[in-house]
């Protein structure tokens, strides 16, 4: 059987061809070599049948580049470690507001804005070079589930009734600009036609093109700690629940693997896999 006929089933349930490109795209961004890539995708290939999933496709070729390089496993993993900040949205929110830091904002958690008609609980609230940004994070535990248009709608219309408040509030300084909606997923087609109709910017997993939160996080090298490949789940939830959320952050703050009881040579890998992790591509 001709491997370009095999389908594969995605987390959705779709049914897809099987895209040798697909799998060494992902090889590749995570920094591996061409004769790893060459490697793991003939054993990929070779293991292929009708129906398999995208998830043991992932599986496999984790396990196989895991056995060269911690770091590059770690990289290649990103997306599903994305969904080990769950249960949660929290982690992701503090996630993102760190990203931002680290991209010239000045971004606070958690804020109170007055509106025109009712107040608003707002996940992130960003500011930069006199304009503020107000970010709504929507966070998906598992697969598949993406946001369509009515997260969009909802969250155009909270920032249409701060921005109406916004300018008449005696303590605002800066303009409020815009609004962001980010997502560890995916948008449907109606979402995106639908921000881009009213000025949203739409941020996830892969869109927008060339600068989506993946595209982002290679780049500034902004891992999360969830991308272990030494760390214990325990360990990594220990992590979270201290606002541990970014590889960078561990390595500038490494006493919270003593407080794990993480033995000194087990310590020294675990920092070695983040400092070679956290290197920008």
């Known amino acids: 059987m001709k491997k370009d006929s095999i389908d594969i089933i995605k987390s959705s349930g779709e049914k897809v061809k099987f895209s040798l490109n697909k799998l060494r795209s992902s090889l590749k961004r995570s920094g591996a070599s061409k004769e790893t890539i060459n490697a793991i995708v003939d054993a990929v290939r070779d293991e292929l049948y009708q129906g398999i999933s995208t998830k043991e496709i992932y599986n496999r070729a984790y396990a196989l580049l895991r056995k060269k390089k911690s770091h590059l496993a770690s990289r290649y993993k990103l997306k599903n470690a994305i969904y080990e900040l769950g249960p949660t949205g929290f982690p992701f929110e503090r996630f993102i507001k760190e990203v931002l830091d680290f991209s010239g904002y000045d971004a606070q958690l958690d804020k109170t804005l007055e509106g025109k008609c009712v107040?608003?609980?707002?996940?992130?609230?960003?500011?930069k070079d006199g304009n503020s940004v107000l970010v709504e994070c929507k966070f998906h535990g598992e697969p598949g589930l993406n946001c369509n248009v009515k997260v969009p709608l909802y969250i155009n219309s909270r920032f249409q009734d701060v921005?109406?408040?916004?300018?008449?509030?005696?303590?605002?300084?800066?303009?409020?600009?815009?609004?962001?909606?980010?997502?560890?997923?995916?948008?449907?087609?109606?979402?995106?036609q639908y921000g881009k109709c009213c000025g949203l910017y739409l941020l996830s997993w892969d869109y927008p093109e060339g600068e989506s939160l993946r595209n982002r996080i290679d780049e500034l090298g902004l891992y999360p700690i969830t991308v272990s490949t030494l760390l214990a789940q325990r360990e990594k939830q220990f992590l979270l629940s201290r606002n541990i959320v970014l590889c960078r952050q561990l390595i500038g703050d490494a006493f919270y693997l003593d407080h794990l009881g993480i033995s000194p040579n087990r310590k020294r890998k675990i920092l070695e896999e983040f400092e070679a992790l956290c290197q920008s591509q």
């Open 163 to 192: 921005k109406a408040n916004w300018s008449v509030a005696t303590d605002n300084s800066t303009e409020l600009k815009e609004a962001w909606v980010v997502t560890n997923t995916r948008f449907t087609e109606d979402a995106v």
């Open 119 to 127: 107040s608003h609980q707002i996940d992130v609230l960003a500011e």
